[in-house]
């Protein structure tokens, strides 16, 4: 997706979040966060008792602890609303690239096509989108092939080929096609589609608190009703000891106490965890999904296109006994003529270029045998001959009686030697005859080996998921560096491992692209689909990859971790932080009523009323100072779990707590020399 770096406190953001935190004083909208209703409840009330003119305090005192609380509730609210408010900014694009959409709507028996508001197709309907067209909505490619651009959702100009039946077939609402037609099938009900879930998900509007989040909730609900009976109870030992405190300055120290700075920023870092992802072309679906990548155990990786380039090249040719390696290579690349993959094309270059084989197409009148699933082999059948090339189990049994011969032995262990060295070997035939063997080389993306050894100080096993052989899967596993590989893998394979994994009290991520990855995407505690996939991939994974990135899985998980990070790093500093503000203010509170307290104000604050005015303006402010923190996020490094405890509680808990005594003192030295108490 197309973003531009821009300051959080850049003012096309900060007006409208200073305008949207007014709207969410709104008493349904602050019931979702209960300390900053209770915060919100505590400062009318002493706005209706500074108009009723009572308990005897001097009014510039409680004007100011008036101030002070809506301040506090405004700046809870302003976090939020500025979280939303970058949301907001990457929507509007969004909003654009949807436009007003309309749509070819293809009709019945071939009658021709009729124009159509996009907003009215519905599920199951086939459009035509031709040069130059923007696809009217979410579907798949039915008929033809064509080059589409992604930018509007990518940010990438680059084009992509779009075509029917494959891993490729998906299109997105808001895409131009840029060369070519195509017929797509709607597979989206009306305003269901995927950019209307992506600009309700980078605003917030669909955002659902997380569990961790809610049990966070839960526990800030309890600890402020355990303040509100404590406060409640301070009227009768004052009455104890002949004195008393006034309502005003009781509910400021019930909002001194209670949790009002982590409870202001929880909303936002949940929100700005999932702006971070955005930002970096992955949608999520949910808080949850997010959260769960930064709890996660094992991560499944494709070998091909993540661990490897993705394309194998061949790099040699080995005959078998008896048999020339020009004649190999000239059955090879007769055989490679037609196969228009990476794979193909680099059988015909070595050919060519290693062995000046002059041949450049099939001869007329060939008969090409494409490559199946099914058969594993591709080949090409000639007047006088029949060549066939593929797996060596393949190859073999279309081959029964060479494959019981001396050449099917001989064959079986030069496969062996070149699997051993990390390469996936492919059998060549000729009329029932064994020829030899193409090495096809796997290239190991440059740094993963340095990646997977981050992942593994991460906590996290990595396994390697491949259809190759086991010997070429364990030699490349080893040469990458992962914990574990699944070899010859099929759908089927992939769930069991996932669901296995998750009986042992793991969480899974994974990646894919294809309908086969469906299940296991859907299994995943973190699913990533690819967007050039399938639908189904895409409905099935709880993010999507805007990019088509299956590396990028890595860097998802760190901004998983990078979340909770975040709020456990501000969860530490403000329970820290509260708990400075106890020792700060109560002894200075009630000193004079209970003298003997006078040695626990170890701060020396001027007055009971200077330390209350001091603290609910530290509380205040504290708020907005960590605001750029939440949104931007506490940086993460791979460190095991006792590393990283200490490392919050040194920074964080030792910051929080270090934090109010020198920010109470030096407010309560400028609310002194001011005579503001």
Not at 145 to 161: C, D, K, M
Not at 332 to 352: K, N
Not at 510 to 520: I, L, R, S, Y
Not at 597 to 617: D, E
């Amino acid at each position: 997706m197309s973003t531009t770096s821009t300051s959080i406190f850049s003012a096309e953001l900060v007006g409208p979040a200073i305008e949207q935190s007014f709207r969410k004083l709104d008493p349904r909208e602050l019931i979702r966060n209960p300390v900053l209703f209770v915060t919100a409840v505590v400062a009318l009330l002493l706005t209706i008792l500074l108009a009723l003119g009572g308990e005897g305090l001097s009014v510039g005192f409680q004007v100011q602890l008036v101030i002070w609380l809506w301040l506090t509730v405004l700046f809870g609210t302003f976090a939020e609303a500025l979280a939303e408010g970058r949301g907001r900014a990457q929507a509007s694009s969004l909003r654009a690239a949807k436009g007003d959409l309309t749509a070819k709507l293809v009709l019945p028996k071939d009658a021709g096509c009729e124009i159509v508001p996009a907003a009215k197709l519905q599920r199951g309907q086939v459009v035509l989108v031709e040069t130059g067209d923007l696809i009217p909505a979410d579907g798949e490619v039915v008929e033809g092939v064509a080059s589409v651009n992604e930018a509007a959702i990518t940010g990438e100009s680059a084009p992509v080929i779009r075509e029917a039946g494959g891993d490729r077939s998906a299109v997105t609402a808001g895409t131009r096609v840029i060369s070519d037609a195509i017929k797509v099938r709607v597979t989206q009900e009306p305003g269901q589609g995927f950019l209307d879930r992506m600009i309700a998900l980078v605003e917030g509007a669909e955002r659902q608190k997380t569990p961790n989040e809610i049990a966070l909730t839960i526990l800030l609900v309890g600890l402020t009703i355990i303040f509100l009976i404590a406060v409640a109870t301070i009227p009768s030992f004052a009455a104890y000891a002949h004195g008393s405190i006034p309502v005003s300055e009781l509910a400021a120290l019930l909002i001194t106490l209670i949790p009002t700075t982590i409870a202001a920023l929880l909303s936002a870092i949940g929100i700005a965890g999932m702006d971070r992802l955005v930002r970096f072309n992955v949608l999520a679906k949910s808080g949850r999904a997010v959260e769960a990548a930064g709890d996660v155990d094992v991560l499944l990786l494709d070998k091909t296109g993540t661990i490897t380039i993705g394309d194998r090249h061949a790099s040699e040719f080995r005959p078998l006994r008896g048999v020339g390696l020009d004649d190999l290579a000239e059955a090879a690349l007769l055989a490679s003529l037609a196969d228009e993959t990476p794979e193909g094309r680099s059988i015909v270059v070595l050919a060519q270029r290693d062995h000046a084989i002059e041949t450049r197409a099939l001869p007329e009148g060939a008969e090409i045998i494409p490559f199946t699933a099914q058969t594993r082999i591709s080949g090409v059948r000639l007047e006088e001959a029949l060549i066939q090339k593929g797996a060596v189990d393949a190859v073999l049994r279309a081959n029964p009686t060479a494959a019981e011969t001396a050449a099917a032995t001989e064959l079986r262990r030069i496969t062996d030697e070149i699997a051993r060295a990390g390469m996936t070997p492919l059998a060549v035939a000729k009329d029932g005859k064994l020829l030899g063997v193409i090495a096809l080389k796997d290239v190991i993306k440059a740094g993963v080996r340095e990646r997977f050894a981050e992942l593994r100080r991460m906590g996290i096993r990595t396994v390697m998921i491949t259809g190759d052989n086991p010997l070429t899967a364990a030699s490349i596993a080893a040469e990458a560096g992962v914990d574990d590989f699944l070899a010859e893998a099929t759908p089927e394979d992939k769930l069991a491992l996932i669901r296995s994994e998750q009986q042992g009290g793991k969480l899974v991520a994974m990646c894919g692209d294809g309908t086969n990855d469906a299940p296991a995407l859907a299994q995943a505690d973190v699913g990533v689909a690819m967007n050039t996939g399938t639908q189904a991939a895409r409905e099935a994974g709880n993010m999507v990859d805007l990019d088509s990135d299956p590396t990028k899985l890595i860097e998802v998980v760190g901004l998983g971790k990078q979340l909770l990070m975040t709020r456990g790093a501000l969860t530490t500093f403000s329970v820290a932080n509260d708990v400075a503000k106890y020792f700060a203010i109560i002894p200075a509170m009630f000193v004079t009523l209970y003298p003997g307290l006078g040695v626990l104000n170890i701060m020396g604050l001027a007055s009971p009323r200077s330390a209350i005015l001091s603290a609910i303006i530290f509380n205040a402010l504290v708020i907005p100072c960590l605001v750029p923190l939440a949104l931007k996020g506490v940086r993460y490094k791979p460190m095991g779990a006792g590393q990283l405890l200490a490392r919050n509680l040194s920074i964080y808990g030792l910051g929080g707590l270090v934090a109010p005594f020198i920010g109470i003192k030096a407010i309560d030295l400028a609310v002194s020399a001011l005579h503001l108490a």
